[in-house]
């Protein structure tokens, strides 16, 4: 698709529909003179130049890339006109959008009937589910692993609910002998496991888990804000029993945002029972008044929520939907990527796997006999990769002495931490660009 048109037929298209209601005078008090706009507009292009190229293969640092075009045209389409899923009030058309593909979300994860919305990003997701975990274990705490993501220990702060962190296994997946130990104590009401961890991509055992919530009547949340959408590939490139077993969790959270192709804006909480909405019961004296139907805005702790989110993942999804053959084709061509560098890696002197990559993101250090001879060096590859006339784009990630000396015994552990580096490769062009990008990694261990 081209851009540039459907770009233009997004405006035209809305100024067409807005223009039915009749003309009028636009009010002098927001006139902007089209010379001055050229001015502040060349100051914002030039500004923005102060980027990451995140869309190039060349950049392979942190989980972010540009949105699909079919979602910017979605957005942009409905921004026009600004519409609000707080209420059907404010939103019918993107509200009934919403409900859909909160439907077709439910559907990935094999939930039949459920309960969820969009939100604006995953932290608030978690925030949702562990607010509904709180009401249904009050007094109780939740459960996380040493490798989930920081904002829940956050979030539990703010919800006033104790936190306890389960270490991890050698792979950086939640120790199920430590969380049943954890369990045994009854001060646990709520766990929450993560499918893709932020820093890895590792993928806590659901499918193990799911034994001990019947053993001691604990919920089980699943955080898959990051890793959620790899359950299209479940049973093909993935070991299909963690991504079946979502099906059987109380609640999940994805982030279209990360890997739905969407804009920033985007996160999504879905529940397994929809009578947990009773725990968001309010009224609004100034909405909820055009109809009886649901408004999203009774079962979501924000407000006011961009309806142009819920028109931007609706036609991606129309076009690209989350279906192994839709969504599924370059979140696999991701896994390939990872698999592949991480076997180039392998077989270089310079460079060390950290450990095989379960998802799509690759962590790999200069190869070196001490923590604190890679640390350094970690560090420099990442910054001198950014010069130059060929630049990569790389990020590092700290790990623990025990993390490093569980994979690999024979690093000194001669400091506390040591940094080494990670690669997310979340675009799909990444997999043809791998020989180029290790090349360059290579390259960059000798100084
Ligand atoms: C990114 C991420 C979050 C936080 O989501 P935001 O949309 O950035 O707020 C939570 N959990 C996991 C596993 C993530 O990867």
């Given at each position: 698709m081209d851009l540039r048109h459907w770009v233009e037929q997004a405006v035209s298209s809305i100024q067409d529909w807005s223009g039915s209601f009749g003309s009028f005078e636009g009010h002098p008090a927001l006139a902007v003179d089209d010379a001055d706009f050229g001015k502040a507009f060349g100051e914002l292009v030039t500004r923005l130049g102060d980027n990451y190229p995140y869309g190039h293969p060349r950049y392979a640092g942190q989980m972010l890339k540009p949105p699909h075009p079919a979602a910017v045209v979605g957005y942009l389409a409905a921004m026009q006109i600004?519409?609000?899923?707080?209420?059907l009030d404010g939103g019918p058309a993107t509200s009934a959008m919403e409900k859909e593909v909160v439907a077709a979300l439910a559907t990935m994860f094999g939930f039949g009937e459920h309960l969820g919305h969009l939100t604006t990003s995953g932290t608030i997701a978690n925030l949702e589910a562990l607010f509904v975990a709180r009401e249904l274990h009050p007094g109780k705490g939740v459960a996380y692993s040493a490798e989930a993501h920081y904002t829940h220990p956050r979030m539990l702060r703010v919800l006033g609910v104790e936190g306890y962190e389960v270490p991890v296994d050698g792979q950086g997946r939640m120790d199920l002998d430590a969380l049943e130990s954890l369990l045994r104590t009854g001060k646990v009401g709520t766990v929450v496991l993560t499918t893709g961890t932020t820093g890895l991509g590792a993928i806590d055992p659901i499918d193990e888990a799911l034994a001990l919530r019947s053993r001691y009547g604990v919920r089980i949340h699943v955080?898959?804000?990051?890793?959620?959408?790899?359950?299209?590939?479940a049973g093909a490139e993935l070991a299909a029993a963690p991504w079946q077993a979502i099906a059987s969790c109380d609640s999940v959270v994805v982030d279209p945002h990360k890997h739905g192709l969407?804009?920033?804006?985007c996160g999504a909480v879905l529940f397994g029972d929809p009578a947990v909405g009773r725990f968001y019961l309010h009224d609004s004296p100034y909405t909820y008044?055009?109809?009886?139907?649901?408004?999203?805005g009774e079962i979501s702790l924000e407000c006011s929520r961009a309806g142009a989110a819920a028109a931007a993942l609706w036609l991606t999804f129309r076009l690209l939907p989350p279906t192994p053959d839709g969504l599924g084709r370059p979140l696999a061509a991701g896994i390939r990527a990872a698999r592949g560098w991480a076997d180039l890696i392998e077989s270089s002197p310079a460079l060390t796997l950290y450990q095989r990559p379960s998802l799509d993101i690759v962590t790999y250090f200069p190869s070196g006999s001490s923590l604190s001879d890679i640390d350094p060096v970690s560090d420099r590859i990442m910054h001198d990769g950014m010069t130059g006339d060929d630049p990569v784009y790389l990020s590092t990630l700290r790990v623990t002495a025990a993390a490093m000396t569980a994979r690999h015994p024979s690093i000194t552990p001669d400091a506390d931490t040591t940094r080494i580096l990670r690669s997310v490769l979340m675009k799909p062009e990444q997999e043809a660009y791998i020989p180029h990008l290790h090349a360059r990694v290579e390259s960059l261990t000798r100084p």
């Open positions: 600004n519409p609000n899923n707080h209420a955080d898959a804000a990051y890793g959620g959408f790899f359950t299209l590939l969407q804009p920033y804006g008044f055009t109809s009886d139907e649901l408004h999203l």
